[in-house]
């Protein structure tokens, strides 16, 4: 993303093909000391077939390349479970 991004939020697209199952999906900044923060930890809440979901993110992230990185960390949880995609959505 370039300097000076505000980040809105993610949409995160997947596939729960049982009753079960869940991705949590973090936007996380790093500072190349050791320290870093989760700004977003969302899970979603469809099973049963293929979703999308967009989580806001609050407050709204300006992005700073030159003190910080960041990335996105999507976690399964249940049974084949899948990660189809993460969007982020941002202004500049």
């Not at 729960?16 to 899970?43: E, K, N, Q």
């Not at 809440?45 to 967009?54: A, I, L, V």
């Not at 407050?59 to 399964?76: C, G, Q």
């Not at 949880?77 to 959505?89: A, H, I, L, S």
Request: aromatic share 16%; hydrophobic share 35%.
């Amino acid at each position: 993303l370039p300097a000076g991004a505000l980040v809105h939020g993610v949409r995160v697209y997947y596939h729960v093909p049982g009753a079960t199952g869940s991705v949590t999906t973090w936007l996380t900044r790093y500072d190349g000391a050791g320290t870093f923060a989760d700004l977003m930890g969302p899970v979603t809440t469809n099973t049963g077939g293929y979703y999308s979901q967009y989580f806001a993110l609050t407050p709204e992230e300006t992005i700073d390349p030159f003190t910080y990185s960041y990335a996105l960390n999507p976690r399964m949880e249940g049974t084949d479970v899948k990660v189809c995609g993460v969007r982020v959505f941002y202004a500049y």
